[in-house]
């Protein structure tokens, strides 16, 4: 049987001697003494960190630069590859490259097929 002091098992018992208050008081007084002793120990360790937060950029970022209006800058991207898309144009006419609309370009292939590759059987 579990050992009683007064009717009390010892082994379930809460703890009946804590730190004295004063150890907490002290050492929150210490903790607040180092955190407001701390900004000037780095200003003194750091003597220049005040006068690099105030510097500003003088030269402007490569791009890719934020977006102010995305959906507008998307909505005029999509529109001129729409427009590439279903023109003709030329891509290089020193070679004679140029380009048709995607949709006239489909009917031409699914007609005439694809130079080296075997043609479906018909039925």
Do not use: C
């Not at 009717?7 to 008081?25: C, N, Q």
């Not at 140029?98 to 075997?118: H, S, T, V, Y």
């Amino acid at each position: 049987m579990a050992e009683t002091h007064d009717g009390v098992r010892l082994e379930t018992d809460y703890e009946r001697r804590d730190i004295p208050l004063k150890v907490y008081a002290y050492a929150a007084l210490g903790l607040l003494v180092l955190l407001a002793m701390a900004p000037w120990v780095v200003l003194v360790g750091y003597p220049t960190v005040g006068q690099d937060v105030a510097r500003h950029l003088t030269i402007a970022p490569p791009p890719p630069r934020l977006q102010i209006s995305s959906p507008e800058d998307l909505a005029a991207y999509l529109a001129e590859q729409r427009a590439l898309l279903n023109s003709y144009g030329w891509v290089d006419r020193s070679k004679g490259i140029a380009r048709e609309p995607i949709g006239e370009a489909m009917k031409r292939l699914a007609q005439d097929g694809i130079d080296g590759f075997p043609k479906q059987a018909s039925p």
